[in-house]
């Protein structure tokens, strides 16, 4: 496909479980994000990666988050020992360049956990 | 993480009206300001963009007011649709990623 593909596309939990969420970025694009929406609120930055390397980690809200990227490709996002204030979207993008100076992010369809 | 206030949070607005949805930011190292657009179900898609060396850019209905003094910035849709109906979010750039506002859900009613 063309585009970023994300998944699962929705994942039902339970507290204290651990999830993987996985991202494709679209073909030879160097830079990869993730960013999550919580119902109602904006897109908040978890982590950014340049290659397989993670330069900037500072969204990750706790150490229950983890990230890694391998094959300058696939992305996974882990959450161990999920709690309830981890439900949101987990939105995946990736870019050509840096996505704050050279532009587009191109989003994929995102995957939305709930944690019961 | 640095803020980037967004208003209204959310506008309803007729058939054929204008929509104006406004952002203030803090860091004046931010060059590059997006907004992207997003239907329910979906990830938010690039609408239109500037950098700060110039005051407006338009593109077809959509046009971008930059206010590099006042640190503001702000989306303007002209003749409004119901296909325009969506949230949108602003963001800044700058380095590595892009911070976005809190989001506006624009409803164009018939």
């Known amino acids: 496909g063309a585009g970023v593909s994300q998944s699962p596309s929705n994942k039902v939990t339970e507290k204290g479980k651990d999830v993987e969420l996985r991202c494709d970025p679209i073909?030879?694009?160097?830079?990869l994000y993730w960013y999550r929406q919580r119902l109602g609120q904006g897109l908040e930055f978890l982590i950014y990666?340049?290659?397989?390397?993670?330069?900037?980690k500072s969204g990750l809200p706790s150490d229950r988050f983890s990230a890694e990227r391998t094959g300058e490709s696939v992305s996974t996002l882990t959450i161990q020992r999920t709690q309830q204030e981890d439900s949101a979207v987990y939105l995946c993008?990736?870019?050509?360049?840096?996505?704050?100076?050279?532009?587009?992010?191109?989003f994929g369809e995102g995957s939305r956990l709930t944690v019961l | 993480q640095q803020q980037v206030k967004q208003s209204p949070q959310s506008l309803i607005v007729q058939k054929g009206g204008i929509s104006i949805i406004n952002c203030a930011y803090e860091n004046t190292a931010f060059d590059y300001f997006p907004w992207y657009q997003q239907f329910p179900g979906k990830g938010p898609a690039l609408l239109i963009a500037i950098r700060p060396d110039v005051s407006e850019k338009k593109e077809g209905r959509f046009t971008i007011s930059f206010n590099k003094s006042a640190k503001q910035f702000s989306l303007h849709i002209m003749d409004s649709q119901p296909g325009d109906s969506a949230t949108y979010f602003c963001?800044?750039?700058?380095?590595?990623?892009?911070?976005f506002g809190t989001g506006t859900q624009l409803k164009v009613e018939l």
């Open positions: 993008a990736s870019s050509v360049g840096l996505a704050g100076v050279q532009g587009e992010l191109f």
């Open positions: 963001a800044t750039g700058g380095g590595n990623k892009l911070t």
């Open positions: 990666f340049q290659g397989n390397s993670a330069p900037d």
């Open positions: 073909s030879g694009h160097t830079a």
